[in-house]
């Protein structure tokens, strides 16, 4: 399941348009999309009581993307194995936090998303196996 190196290519190129202006601008972005759903939404204590209207700015969200966004960015710049312990430690939080794999993977339709919205949507092959390589090493955890 590796990543040939046009592929590893099309998500660094990708990434940078993805995760700007910063990772917290890119996290919020995520997670107002990922948080849409009452159901995915009532996994988040800290998020679960604010209305949705409430959410764009919020501080602790802000914070959370940002470091869900940073995890993901020490992944893709490791993509020779050097970034997995960050997604094992991610993997083991989630595990401890009560999440599953499913509940983790809701995010992969989220970034399909965005890279659309970027104007790389013809990088959506190489990310579909930059996930699975992420749950993959995600799972050895969770």
Known sequence: MSLSAADKKAVADSWAKMSKPSF?????????????????????????????????????????????????????????GSGHETVRNVGRIHKAAGMTNDNINLMKPILLELLDEVGCGDAKAAWDKLWNLFMTVHGDSC
């Open 24 to 80: 917290q601008d890119a996290g919020e972005r995520v997670f107002l999309k990922l948080l849409k759903k009452d159901s995915t939404k009532a996994m988040f204590k800290k998020f679960k009581d604010i209305p949705r209207d409430r959410l764009a700015g919020n501080a602790a969200l802000r914070d959370h993307g940002g470091k869900v966004v940073q995890a993901l960015d020490d992944f893709i710049k490791g993509l020779d």
